[in-house]
């Protein structure tokens, strides 16, 4: 069986690299959107208000999935520092493709990563498991 060339008969323009040009089409794209919204909550607040009235007093609780980064941001007390240690966690779980460049792929052949990986998983699960016991 043999691989199927997909470059013949395309030009240079149709052949550009996933990284960096659909990357940087994508998070645009995802700016927009979200500009979009910010923009539009500016600008109409009544609008989003009445949506949440009805939520104003409910309390819930996280899914558990997040109940980690919830315990995070109470160990945490200054809100501008939670949001920038999980912006650069969310930057560096991003960035582990592009920054691991050896040929192996397994990752127990990868002590650094598989370390981190490890810790990453333990770090989670305490801190998930000690804010569903509180």
Known sequence: MTMADYSKGRS???L???FPNEILRH?????????AVML???????SF???TDEF???QTRPPWFLLPFFHFSALINNRAWHV???AIYAAAFISVPF??????????????FFSIVIVNLLLIFTLGIIKFLQ
Do not use: M, N
């Open 12 to 14: 240079e323009e149709e």
């Open 16 to 18: 550009e690299s996933f």
């Open 27 to 35: 998070t645009l794209l995802v700016f927009f959107f979200i500009s």
């Open 40 to 46: 539009g909550v500016l600008f109409f607040p009544e």
């Open 49 to 51: 208000q009445k949506s």
């Open 56 to 58: 104003a007093s409910f």
């Open 84 to 86: 920038i240690i999980l």
């Open 99 to 112: 920054l691991d460049r050896s040929q192996e792929r397994g990752l127990w052949k990868k002590p650094v």
